[in-house]
């Protein structure tokens, strides 16, 4: 058989082995973060916002003056920690409060299971996650979701 001929029929069949994913776009972040901000600003709130990719590596972020210098980090470990463990953050905040069982969740890397952190889903793929701190962690949760409910409106459009 020709070399080139046999490198196309395998590069062929690679390709058609190869998993073709959705990525969350700089301008998706944009929209999400400004949204997440919008609820912020609404309620006089000094916030870090942190939006990433399937990885949990930044693609946007937002520190509103006067946030503390903790809050930057936390929203990025939040935004971190739901791209990677697959679950919001308050799923393991949930799991913690439960007892004692469950502090295995501490020891995991990059852990930040406090409320706030949500992953940003498409077609049961996590495309990334937007993590917010500066607040109590309720609070912190209540503007991730309008982060969240931003993402999910551009995946109707």
Sequence with gaps: ?????EYEIR????MNRM???PTLTLEAAKV?????????????WAVAIAVTDDRGE???????DNTTN?????????AFHAANYRRNTVFHEKLLSKGNEN???LSLPNCMPIEGGIQLIYEDKVLG???????????????AQKGFESFEKLMLE
């Design 1 to 5: 058989m020709n070399e080139e001929i």
């Design 103 to 105: 502090l295995g969740i």
């Design 70 to 78: 903790a809050a930057v980090g936390i929203a990025q470990k939040k």
């Design 32 to 44: 999400i973060s400004s949204a997440a901000e919008a609820e912020a600003d609404r309620n006089g």
């Design 58 to 64: 930044l693609v946007h972020f937002i520190k509103k």
């Design 19 to 21: 998993y073709m994913k």
């Design 129 to 143: 996650a937007i993590g917010v701190s500066g607040l109590a962690s309720d609070e912190d949760g209540r503007v």
């Design 11 to 14: 590069s062929e069949e690679t």
